[in-house]
C-alpha cells in the first residue's frame, strides 16, 4: 500500500523559512515522479512544484519560483520542499504527491497517490 506522509509545517512569521518533508512507503520510489501542491482555505488546489524521477526537470510555479526547492532524496524514499520569504499568501495545506506516468499532472488530476497534507501558516 502507497503511503506519502507529509511533515514539517507549522506556524511562521512573514519572512520566514520551512522545510516540509515527505517520506514514502509501499512503492519503487525511483519509478515516481512526484511533486508538491498546496490548497488554501476557499481556494482551488495548485501545483507547488514537480519533479522527475530522475530528479531532472523540475518545475515550479510562477510564485514559488526563486522561494522554493524541491528536492528528493532517492535513498530515503523523500522529497523535500524548501521555503523561504514567505507571506501570507502562502498558507494552505501541502500536499505532496506522487505518480508513475509520463509525470505529475500540473492541475493534479489523475494523480493515483496523495498524502493527507501538513498545514502551513504565515503569521505575525
Known amino acids: 500500500q502507497v503511503q506519502l506522509v507529509e511533515s514539517g509545517g507549522g506556524l511562521v512569521q512573514p519572512g520566514g523559512s520551512l522545510t516540509l518533508s515527505c517520506a514514502a512507503s509501499g512503492l519503487s520510489f525511483t519509478d515516481y515522479h512526484v511533486g508538491w501542491f498546496r490548497q488554501a482555505p476557499g481556494k482551488e488546489r495548485e501545483v507547488v512544484a514537480t519533479?522527475?524521477?530522475?530528479?531532472?526537470?523540475?518545475y515550479y510555479a510562477d510564485f514559488a519560483r526563486g522561494r522554493f526547492t524541491l528536492s528528493r532524496d532517492n535513498s530515503k524514499n523523500a522529497i523535500y520542499l524548501q521555503m523561504s520569504g514567505l507571506t501570507s499568501e502562502d498558507t494552505a495545506t501541502y500536499y505532496c504527491?506522487?505518480?508513475?506516468?509520463?509525470?505529475?499532472?500540473?492541475?493534479?488530476?489523475?494523480?493515483?497517490?496523495w498524502g493527507r497534507g501538513t498545514q502551513v501558516t504565515v503569521s505575525s
Open positions: 519533479l522527475t524521477r530522475s530528479g531532472s526537470k523540475p
Open positions: 504527491a506522487a505518480d508513475r506516468r509520463i509525470g505529475i499532472a500540473l492541475d493534479g488530476k489523475g494523480i493515483p497517490h
